[in-house]
């Protein structure tokens, strides 16, 4: 298996825009994870699916922001319209029902 | 709820001497804790977990954590550490009769010197 898949692994993108983000996470994985890291606020959860439903989104900062997940083996996590103060390094990881996460290598969001 | 606390922000040693990562956790069910490290523009990386079982778990390259439930903490220790040790360690603990969240630490960062 290829891991976590993220993409894109940059995205420059000006205030105001959408912004998409996609992860396939790996096979067999009942659990997906969207998480934010900022030199602020560290790792954040921002939302966690189990077999594609959503089960906690208490950490999606704003309405701008909104995740899916339309199947076993593809995700989103959209921002609209984007901030500046969305810049971050965003990370989707998966995992079994029990055990930990697999990472992706992450997307690193730039909002000017 | 569920939460983890890595006390320190940085730790640093001298390459050779032993290395303590500090985690301490709180959960309502039964916890599986792990620890994950992350080197720089990379994402995070798996190196050991306690689901049950022996208290003293060991991991990737010669980590190992002692799990105590009664001081509900999962230090990470290293007997001699490298130079290539230095990194961004985070603690996880996920609830695994409740909600099955994963929740991380803020992170420690590590470095040992030559």
């Known amino acids: 298996d290829a891991g976590v898949i993220q993409s894109p692994r940059h995205e420059v993108t000006e205030m105001g825009q959408e912004v998409t983000l996609r992860c396939k996470p790996i096979?067999?994985?009942?659990?997906l994870f969207w998480y934010r890291q900022t030199m602020m606020r560290g790792l954040e959860l921002l939302i966690y699916?189990?077999?594609?439903?959503?089960?906690?989104d208490s950490g999606m900062p704003e309405d701008r922001f909104s995740a899916k997940m339309p199947n076993a083996s593809f995700s989103t996590l959209k921002i609209q319209p984007s901030e500046p103060r969305d810049s971050a390094v965003y990370f989707c990881?998966?995992?079994?029902?029990?055990?930990?996460?697999?990472f992706g290598q992450g997307t690193r969001l730039t909002v000017v | 709820a569920q939460s983890v606390a890595q006390p320190e922000d940085q730790v640093n040693v001298a390459e050779g001497n032993p290395l303590t990562v500090k985690c301490t956790y709180s959960?309502?069910?039964?916890?599986?804790l792990f620890w994950y490290v992350q080197y720089p523009n990379r994402g995070l990386q798996f190196l050991l977990k306690y689901i049950t079982g022996d208290n003293l778990v060991k991991g990737s390259y010669g980590f190992e954590a002692e799990f105590n439930k009664s001081q509900t903490s999962f230090h990470l220790k290293k007997p001699s550490a490298l130079v290539s040790d230095s990194a961004l360690y985070f603690c996880a603990v996920r609830d695994m009769i409740n909600d099955y969240k994963l929740s991380f630490g803020a992170g420690t960062t590590v470095t040992v010197r030559a």
């Open positions: 699916f189990n077999n594609n439903v959503p089960i906690d």
């Open positions: 959960v309502s069910g039964n916890p599986y």
């Open positions: 990881a998966s995992s079994p029902l029990s055990g930990g996460a697999f």
């Open positions: 096979s067999g994985h009942d659990y």
